[in-house]
């Protein structure tokens, strides 16, 4: 057969599969970059490909497969241009959890208990659905969507059994979570700050952060702007700890509001 008969035959073979479906097939190879499986109905070369957190939740990938080894994925991508189905053991391990993880909606609310907090986000056990298999709950929070607000530590925001709501962001399939949105549910204070301040209004605010560019400064419940290092003051400054410190109370003049993007540019030199 030649090259561009092979061709035809696995964009055929491809064209048959698709998202969603379960392929069974065999284990032709396992490296550090995944696994290559020969689907059934197409032995002249593996199509399939699990990768490494495709395998399993629980397992390391060593553990998980063999080469030989019959398996039966589920279908998370078909790439025609390279001829690859990207297949996840997952979703066959653990079925109940991979349907009802995909069964959710972005926008969607859902209620839980806070099950643990870790230094790179907060754990939800829902209300509905199953038990996640390896980690406290099946939702997710990371620090950036727990609150509006700056906090140092996420206690400052929830703690452990304290009840929640979270809009549905994403499921992510490599960890198997349901990725949660806290603050999507309270009302953002940057909108309603935009509506009552304009481009050269001095506000007094409160330093909260000093980074090599330029200092954060909190001009409002749930708002802060920055202060490039350049507008910090009339003279150059090399850096922001020479004019100010973190909890000074300044005199800022607003230079830029960025709705889209949140953003609030501020300056302390003299208009």
């Known amino acids: ?54 395998a399993s939740w629980r397992r390391s990938l060593a553990e998980a497969v063999v080469v030989g080894q019959r398996i039966t994925a589920e279908v998370i991508a078909v790439d025609l241009d390279d001829g690859r189905v990207r297949l996840s053991m997952v979703a066959t391990e653990n079925p109940e959890l991979w349907a009802f993880l995909k069964g959710l909606r972005r926008g969607e609310i859902l209620a839980g208990t806070v099950a643990a907090i870790e230094r790179y986000g907060v754990f939800v056990a829902l209300d509905e659905g199953p038990d996640h298999p390896v980690y406290p709950g099946v939702g997710f929070i990371t620090y950036p969507e727990l609150s509006w607000r700056r906090f140092e530590a996420a206690s ?39 509506d009552g301040v304009a481009v050269g209004r001095t506000l007094r605010g409160r330093v909260t952060k000093l980074l090599p560019f330029g200092v ?20 150059p400054v090399a850096a922001p700890e020479d004019v100010v410190q973190t909890g000074d109370e300044v005199s800022v003049i607003v230079t830029a509001i960025d709705r889209e993007r949140r953003k609030l540019t501020l300056s302390r030199r003299p208009a």
Do not use: Y
Not at 3 to 20: C, K, P, Q, T
Not at 175 to 180: I, K, T, V
Not at 216 to 234: I, K
């Open 1 to 54: 057969m030649g090259e561009a008969s092979a061709d035809r035959a696995v964009n055929g073979f491809l064209a048959a599969i698709h998202v969603g479906d379960l392929c069974g097939g065999t284990v032709a190879e396992v490296g550090r970059s995944g696994v290559s499986v020969i689907l059934d109905g197409f032995g002249a070369r593996p199509l399939g490909v699990v990768g490494p957190s495709d």
């Open 156 to 194: 400052e925001v929830v703690e452990i059994g304290q009840r929640v709501a979270c809009e549905f962001l994403q499921f992510d399939t490599w960890n198997g979570e349901a990725r949660l949105s806290l603050r999507a549910t309270q009302p953002d204070p940057f909108p309603v700050f935009a």
């Open 216 to 235: 954060f400064v909190q001009v409002a419940d749930g708002v802060e702007g920055l202060v490039p290092l350049r507008e910090l003051g009339a003279e």
